[in-house]
């Protein structure tokens, strides 16, 4: 199965600040790589999808980058809204695999 | 697009319970679709897959025991729970598993929760 690893698990930031969340697969993935938001109590919301293509109604400060291996979320100026928890998948795949998650904690 | 969940509830271990999955807005049969898990205070955990051709995929922990099927004259998905285990217990949402976005999951639905304990 392919690993993704996100870092950092939590991260601690204040409104208005850019904030950076990074994805590593195990192997290359190419673009099949998509972001996801979750608060508490709800189900995922997709953010982002094949890397950095940002997904309808979603927020043009949220963006992706990346390929094959390494991929990166960044928010510029945070939001209130946007402390929550967020995840990374890939699809490349038949057997898809998130990554464990990154808490956005309001610092 | 809507996808409502049912069938979720307390089961003891060993035991099974088939969950449901009802979309508005798009058919199931079209589409390629996925089961995914959180267990209580964990992350996201994928745990299989239907194509619209028909081919399945299981996570390993998975694997033998939970089986994903369709139903095309109800539009409805299903997962079928077997030999259920207390690691078991976790939110179970279904997703349309977009082919056209590079296989994203853009709609969920709202979650059902298994609990599986004696």
């Known amino acids: 199965d392919i690993q993704m690893t996100q870092s950092p698990s939590s991260l601690s930031a204040s409104v208005g600040d850019r904030v950076t969340i990074t994805c590593r697969a195990s192997q290359t993935i190419d673009y099949y790589l998509h972001w996801y938001q979750q608060k508490a109590g709800k189900a995922p919301k997709l953010l982002i999808y094949?890397?950095?293509t940002l997904q309808s109604g979603v927020p043009s400060r949220f963006s992706g980058s990346g390929s094959g291996t390494d991929f990166t979320l960044t928010i510029t100026s945070l939001q209130p809204e946007d402390f929550a928890t967020y995840y990374c998948q890939q699809s490349y795949s038949t057997l898809r695999t998130f990554g464990q998650g990154t808490k956005l904690e309001i610092k | 697009v809507q996808l409502v969940e049912s069938g979720g509830g307390l089961v003891q271990p060993g035991g099974s319970l088939r969950l449901s999955c009802a979309p508005s807005?798009?058919?199931?049969?079209?589409?390629?679709m996925s089961w995914v898990r959180q267990a209580p205070g964990k992350g996201l955990e994928w745990v299989s897959v239907?194509?619209?051709?028909?081919?399945?995929y299981y996570a390993d922990s998975v694997k033998g025991r939970f089986t994903i099927s369709r139903d095309s004259s109800k539009n409805t998905l299903f997962l079928q729970m077997n030999s259920l285990r207390v690691e078991d217990t976790a939110v179970y949402y279904c997703?349309?598993?977009?082919?056209?976005?590079?296989?994203?999951?853009?709609?969920w639905g709202q979650g059902a929760l298994v609990t599986v304990s004696s």
């Open positions: 997703a349309r598993d977009r082919y056209s976005y590079g296989r994203c999951l853009d709609q």
């Open positions: 239907i194509y619209s051709g028909g081919d399945t």
């Open positions: 094949a890397a950095s």
């Open positions: 807005g798009f058919t199931v049969n079209d589409n390629y």
